[in-house]
């Protein structure tokens, strides 16, 4: 069965096997991060609201939930800023009571400086916020934020949430060549972190096609440094396992479910639709590269296919 805002089940470096769900539509954040997988931010708001109808939302989780029993995480994510969503608590509860999965919400903690967030977060079994700067300078550089948003605010809105929580509390650091791995901003985030005080602090890499061009990935020696300094892990640069893309009516639209959340490697889409014959998968990115809804891009040696905004219904 295809969902409209549930989609997986997804293999996940960090929650294992994970159902996402899909709050917000299509690039609105209130973030234009450099290194974002799906591109440029297209409506950048610092509001919150209902873009989709809260009941339709539950529905889906409940029939998704209902077909995927092997599961470890119902992860609230998706095509921008989750905390966006004004029925965000109100979702995480219910669906809370429908099954005893437990509830990750993967955030850039941007909101939680605001009283009502963080009280709607602690529903949740585990909170995976990111933290890319420590800084006013670096965060203007690497996260590129609605203009509302202050850092400062940010990361004293994160300890608050620490000490509120009764769950989980990971933090990523998204690291960009030449943008925040120097040994000063580095440090800067190591204050904010021991503030903070996150359960786990995860150190993340631009290893999918970026928004800007220009974003790599940092040497040796930055990531040697960073993770002393940060005391943090490195995340796997490839995720494993299968990805759930049962009752699709063709292999276009299982893609175009897959590649609508997160560019895809041609190698892990071969692998996903290995039921069909090669040549059927070819002809299928040959055809989506073609109509315009996809894009094929080469990044760090590797083929990927990405999702192009507006050319996909639905």
């Keep these: 069965m295809e969902f409209k805002y549930a989609f997986g089940p997804v293999p996940s470096r960090r929650l294992g096997r994970s159902l996402g769900v899909n709050v917000v539509p299509f690039k609105t954040c209130n973030y234009s991060c450099v290194y974002c ?7 950048m708001t610092n509001e919150r609201a209902d873009f989709f109808p809260p009941e339709d939302i539950l529905s889906e989780v409940r029939e ?3 077909l995927n029993p092997e599961l470890d995480y119902l992860t609230f ?10 029925s965000l608590g109100w979702l995480i509860s219910r669906s809370k009571e429908i099954s005893p999965v437990p509830v990750a919400v993967l955030t850039n903690g941007s909101l939680l400086y ?8 602690k529903l949740a079994d585990l909170v995976m916020p990111s933290l890319d700067a420590g800084d006013r300078e670096t965060f203007r550089k690497v996260n ?4 509302e948003l202050r850092i400062g605010a940010i990361i004293d809105g994160m ?3 620490k000490k509120e929580f009764g769950g989980k509390l990971w933090v990523e650091v998204m690291l960009v060549s030449g943008v925040n791995d120097s040994e000063e901003s580095l440090k800067a985030i190591r204050k904010a972190l021991e503030g903070i ?3 786990r602090t995860f150190i993340n890499l631009p290893v999918r096609p970026p928004a800007e061009p220009w974003v790599r990935v ?3 020696d930055a990531l040697v440094r960073a993770q002393v300094l940060l005391g943090a892990e490195l995340l796997p640069h490839e995720e494993e396992g299968e990805f759930g893309v049962e009752g699709f009516p063709s292999p276009v639209d299982a893609i175009l479910h897959i590649i609508r959340r997160h560019p895809m490697r041609e190698r892990h889409i071969l692998e996903t639709l290995s039921h069909l014959s090669p040549d059927e998968v070819s002809e299928g990115l040959d055809s989506l590269v073609r109509s315009g809804r996809a894009k094929r891009i080469t990044y760090q040696g590797q083929t990927f296919y990405a999702y192009v905004e507006g050319r996909y219904g639905g």
Excluded: I, K, N, W
């Design 114 to 121: 605001r009283e009502d967030v963080r009280e709607e977060l």
């Design 37 to 43: 997988q799906l591109g440029r931010t297209t409506c």
């Design 218 to 220: 940092p040497d040796e």
């Design 197 to 199: 005080r996150p359960d």
């Design 77 to 86: 994510t998706g095509e921008g800023e989750p905390t966006l969503c004004r």
């Design 159 to 161: 300890a608050e949430f």
């Design 64 to 66: 998704a939930l209902s």
């Design 144 to 147: 590129r934020p609605h203009r």
